[in-house]
């Protein structure tokens, strides 16, 4: 079973930045993608940011150019810059990592932007 679990949320004022970090543990096969999600209240959940454990990227496209995910195989973390934050970035937070066929989800981080 592998642990997911992120870490780096909080109340930021419009324009500012945060970072999130997600780390994956356990499991007995490799960690492949690696995501960033994100559920607004009332909202569904939708994909803000994916990278391959090749490091190729995929973004949404309210995110393009103000966000930025990265990973570090070695610890099978992921982290995404969010810079330039806006009042509806406000979301629950969640990480996905891929191991095999199967998808993992972390508990979620709270990011709430003020105007």
């Known amino acids: 079973q592998v642990q997911v679990v992120e870490s780096g949320g909080g109340l930021v004022q419009a324009g500012g930045s945060l970072r999130l970090s997600c780390t994956a543990s356990?499991?007995?096969?490799?960690?492949?993608?690696m995501g960033w999600y994100r559920q607004a209240p009332g909202k569904q959940r939708e994909l803000v940011a994916r990278?391959?454990?090749?490091?190729?990227?995929d973004y949404a496209d309210p995110v393009k150019g103000r966000f930025t995910i990265s990973r570090d195989n070695a610890k099978n973390t992921v982290y995404l810059q969010m810079n330039s934050l806006k009042p509806e970035d406000t979301a629950v937070y969640y990480c996905n990592a891929q191991a095999h066929v199967y998808y993992y989800w972390g508990q979620g981080t709270q990011v709430t932007v003020s105007p």
């Open positions: 990278i391959s454990s090749g490091g190729s990227t």
């Open positions: 356990g499991g007995m096969f490799g960690i492949n993608a």
